[in-house]
């Protein structure tokens, strides 16, 4: 006999009796199928159906349902029903439920199709959610008034369905902030395992989720589903995220104990409708970095597009666009500070301890100096210098196309290069400044170097383990900055990820947008953290402290092993 439970202490028993007794035939109307073809997906065809409720006034934005395996799943929830009915008592809010089914790619007629299913649900990354955002909904907005606020949206799934409804709100929580996930497949078939340990790392992000599962789930060479879902719930809840349950005795891999707790997660899910689902703080937090009520803020720049930063010794930040390099002080004003000569375009740059500012010049393959009258002064000729970062001692700088570090001394005026097995990219002295952090364009890992006494740069090792976005086959990383705890903080595609003295990624900061060039610490105390991203500047305070590479070394405490 199947037996289910309901763990949780927030799901009322009254609404199960609600279910039972006023859920019946569905009033609502079900347009469709219709047919999508999908860019995105190419060569994709799919069907969809448009949930209408009768409450529906096309004068006013109505809430959001997205659900996966289309019209199949939602009867066989009751979806439809359900919805009518909680509406109806106004329990949740009016909404358009648009369900979707998985592409496939027709083949010949005596021939299976290639099915989508796994390839589209099961993935991670960003292609499902822009599948959504930039094809089906403006198709389905034509027709209804649907709102664009995130906090009106919801995306369900299960199975598979469920880990795609999920990772349509990870990557997208400006437009989804509420997850309906049942028997959710968050195991190893695509990489979906990942997400209980980028749950625990990344930033909190503005979501709620409501996991349903059994306790017969399937158990297979992908995983465990059970054992999966419990560890989704556990992270989740460590990482301060609004987050309920339901677990059922005896549940398999199967729709039959949702459909007795559906009505009461969606109650749930909606609850305190509209006030906005908010962002919560983890608790237990190994390094605490975040501050309460702070987050990334763009620097207005008018015109201009911010590329790769240096910071001086007052904490104001500086970058460059083509020929110019620009100065904004603590208020957050940019204005004009030194231009290169020759039609030059400056790349990235680095103060040192006199005042001045080295500046690569991509145009002109060469590095300059500019000092506090803004005079340019050439330095070194014949580089292809992607980043750099000045010592007390001299300059470090990446050639990413020849797969090797330069390091040009001060005091004798000469260059000495040390070849690498990848592309450099970012570079950053550790806090003591006996180490060398160098980041790469096109390897999973980024490596530490010692630094000698003559500045050159031995024993290089895979040490910092990056997470990778899904599909690529590097971290990509581009800047790096160094905290007086001795933390990395590396620009990445996933985000800002800060790795400890050992090179493990301890926590991931959430990127203001588009792909990250640079990061750096800057303000009066060096608390603040300044990305440039797509062009344009973003700042954050947070709990840490910066160093400069060229002052004294900062003694940090004992690494945690």
């Known amino acids: 006999m199947l037996k289910f439970f309901i763990t949780t202490s927030l799901l009322l028993a009254p609404l199960l009796a609600f279910t039972q007794q006023k859920i019946g035939s569905t009033s609502g109307e079900i347009k469709g199928p219709f047919v999508w073809k999908s860019n995105i997906y190419p060569g994709t065809e799919r069907n969809y159906w448009v949930y209408v409720p009768t409450r529906y006034d096309a004068s006013k934005p109505a809430c959001l349902m997205v659900v996966q395996d289309g019209l199949s799943r939602a009867k066989g929830w009751n979806l439809p029903a359900v919805l009518d009915s909680l509406i109806s008592e106004k329990i949740i809010p009016v909404q358009i439920g648009v369900f979707v089914d998985h592409g496939s790619v027709p083949t010949t ?198 590329g790769k930063l240096a910071v001086d010794e007052k904490g104001d930040v500086f970058f460059g666009d083509k020929q110019s390099i620009y100065k904004v002080d603590h208020q957050g004003v940019a204005s004009p500070y030194a231009r290169l000569k020759e039609k030059g375009e400056a790349g990235s740059m680095s103060f040192s301890r006199d005042g001045r500012l080295y500046v690569v010049d991509v145009r002109q393959h060469k590095i300059v100096a500019i000092d506090n009258d803004g005079v340019v002064r050439d330095v070194l000729y014949n580089v292809d210098a992607d980043f750099l970062t000045v010592s007390a001692n001299g300059i470090y700088f990446s050639e990413t196309s020849k797969d090797r570090i330069g390091f040009y001394s001060f005091s004798k005026r000469e260059t000495q290069y040390s070849a690498v097995p990848f592309h450099p990219s970012g570079l950053a002295i550790s806090a003591e400044q006996t180490l060398l952090n160098v980041g790469a364009a096109n390897h999973v890992f980024g490596y530490s170097f010692k630094i000698m006494d003559d500045g050159s740069l031995k024993f290089g090792q895979e040490y910092i383990h990056y997470h990778i976005p899904y599909g690529n086959t590097s971290a990509a990383v581009a800047g790096l900055a160094i905290d007086a705890e001795n933390l990395l903080y590396s620009a990445t595609p996933m985000g800002v990820q800060v790795s400890d003295q050992l090179g493990r990624i301890n926590f991931i900061f959430s990127k203001p947008m588009g792909g990250i060039t640079d990061v750096k610490f800057g303000g009066s105390n060096l608390d603040i953290l300044y990305t440039s991203c797509s062009g344009k500047l973003f700042s954050r305070k947070i709990n840490a402290k910066g160093t400069f590479s060229w002052a004294s070394p900062v003694k940090p405490p004992k690494p945690g092993l």
């Open 109 to 306: 007629a005596d021939a299976y199709p290639r099915y989508n299913r796994s390839f589209e649900y099961d993935a991670l990354g960003d292609r499902y959610s822009r599948f959504l955002l930039e094809e089906l909904l403006p198709e389905v907005s034509k027709s209804y008034n649907i709102s664009a606020d995130p906090n009106d949206r919801s995306i369900a799934g299960a199975s598979s369905g469920a880990i795609c409804a999920f990772n349509v709100a990870w990557e997208r929580p400006d437009q989804f902030r509420r997850v309906l996930s049942t028997i959710g497949t968050y195991v190893g078939l695509r990489g979906g395992d990942e997400f209980v340990t980028l749950v625990r790392k990344t930033e909190s992000k503005p979501l709620r989720v409501f996991l349903q599962d059994g306790t017969k789930d399937l158990d297979i060479y992908a995983g465990d589903w059970w054992m999966a879902n419990q560890s989704m719930l556990s992270a989740l809840t460590w990482a301060g995220y609004e987050v309920n349950h339901a677990w059922g005795e005896g549940g398999g891999h199967d729709s039959k104990h949702t459909i007795t707790i559906l009505a009461d997660a969606l109650t749930w899910l909606w609850k305190d409708y509209p006030q906005p689902v908010q962002t919560h703080k983890g608790k237990n937090q190994r390094i605490n970095l975040l501050l309460e009520g702070e987050s990334w803020k763009e620097i207005p720049l008018n015109n201009m597009k911010a």
